[in-house]
């Protein structure tokens, strides 16, 4: 149209894009205050130390920004060479994680890799690297002619791969997943099945072959729950949340009270009640819960919507993004920052089981707090970079 203004050329980087650093330093503390609420009597009654959740959280917290900071200056085609040792280390720890010995044993799962007074979940790894990895796969298979600007006459125009080429990455995202689940640790093998299939969507893999594996991993979870009693108690307990008000039921219970008791407006910060040992998990898993109690259905609606446009600014940063490698990043982290939100929401509102997933960039935990910001790290970089001309 004639309206339209023709995009200029240009080439290497953009300025700093301050409004995406700008949120997630805003999300980070905002956790980091809430961390500091929600913990305070369960710190004390635990460690002595009501400041104990804080300060573990704020080390992971600066380690964190610094490397996402670095991350975001540095050249992010630099990782297609560094894919295949990020997915080679990644699956080392998840197998490291499984050996008696190695990995620490907590809450009946084995997910931990100490060092010293810190852990490390090397799943939270793993999610990274599914999303590097599948990036770098999918740049090199499905765009085999090497070109850099992605447009729809050249997606049409270019040669495609034979169907057998795929194989690879679903093998990896079983093997990844499968490693996961024998932690176990069903919800986050959720959220990297997930974001796999949508990298898969995203890379224009055909659409049986996504509905085939979709079938096959909807199957394997029911026989996975089915096998597990301890999975077919928080099935049933979805499915009736009063059957057990005072087992199996008691999480679910003690979430529905905290949001219920805080109206539209909330308690007051400080002021509810919940985290006062009735609600479990209450720095992790269920700190929205203390977020709806005491701010209220506003202050919960504020925060869901900021994780909402981080999100859609990942998305936004991916169509602009000057080379399928990068579009694919920045897609996966948006895709797996979306993901872990709605399943954790989900499960925090009863629209989904509970299944141990935190609240990204808010709830308690260095190894996903710290995962969350090299991924958005590499976005930042990503979205330093000017488009190509297009054609």
């Given amino acids: ?152 006459n050249e997606k049409i125009n270019a040669k495609q791969p034979r169907s057998e080429s795929i194989w690879p990455f679903w093998l990896i995202l079983l093997l990844i997943s499968g490693l996961v689940m024998l932690e176990p640790d069903l919800g986050t093998t959720i959220v990297i099945v997930a974001t796999g299939f949508c990298l898969a969507f995203l890379a224009e893999t055909p659409a049986w072959k996504i509905i085939v594996f979709s ?16 999975r077919q108690e928080r099935l049933l307990t979805f499915l009736n949340p009063g059957r057990d008000p005072q087992g199996s039921s008691y999480h679910t219970q003690q979430i529905l009270i905290a949001l219920g008791s805080g109206g539209m407006f909330g308690q007051g910060i400080g002021q509810g009640r919940q985290k006062y040992a009735y609600l479990p998990e209450v720095v992790t898993d269920s700190i929205f819960a203390v977020v709806g109690e005491e701010l209220g259905f506003l202050g919960a609606f504020i925060l869901i919507g900021l994780l909402m446009l981080l999100t859609f600014s990942c998305l936004k940063i991916a169509a602009r993004a000057p080379d399928r490698f990068g579009q694919l990043i920045c897609s996966g ?32 935990g260095g190894s996903s707090l710290l995962i969350f910001l090299i991924g958005l790290g590499l976005v930042l970089s990503i979205s330093r970079c000017k488009m190509k001309e297009r054609r």
């Fill in 1 to 152: 149209m004639i309206w339209q203004k023709k995009p200029k050329k240009s080439k290497g980087y953009s300025s700093y894009n301050w409004p995406l650093l700008i949120l997630v330093i805003f999300l980070v503390f905002l956790g980091l205050l809430l961390i500091a609420d929600a913990s305070v009597i369960i710190a004390q009654a635990s460690f002595g130390d009501k400041f104990y959740y804080v300060k573990r959280q704020l080390v992971w917290l600066l380690i964190g920004l610094v490397l996402m900071i670095i991350i975001s200056l540095t050249d992010y085609q630099k990782f297609k060479s560094w894919a295949n040792w990020l997915l080679l280390g990644s699956l080392v720890s998840l197998l490291a994680v499984l050996i008696p010995g190695l990995g620490e044993k907590k809450l009946g799962a084995q997910r931990w890799l100490s060092f010293g007074r810190f852990g490390f979940q090397p799943s939270e790894l793993a999610k990274l690297t599914l999303i590097v990895w599948g990036a770098y796969f999918f740049d090199n298979v499905l765009s085999p002619l090497k070109r850099r600007a992605v447009t729809i």
């Fill in 215 to 230: 079938v096959l991993g909807f199957i394997a979870g029911l026989v996975l729950i089915i096998t597990s009693p301890y």
């Fill in 333 to 364: 982290v948006g895709v797996l920052i979306g993901t872990q939100t709605i399943v954790n929401l989900g499960a925090i509102v009863g629209i989904f089981p509970l299944t141990g997933i935190p609240l990204p960039l808010i709830s308690y």
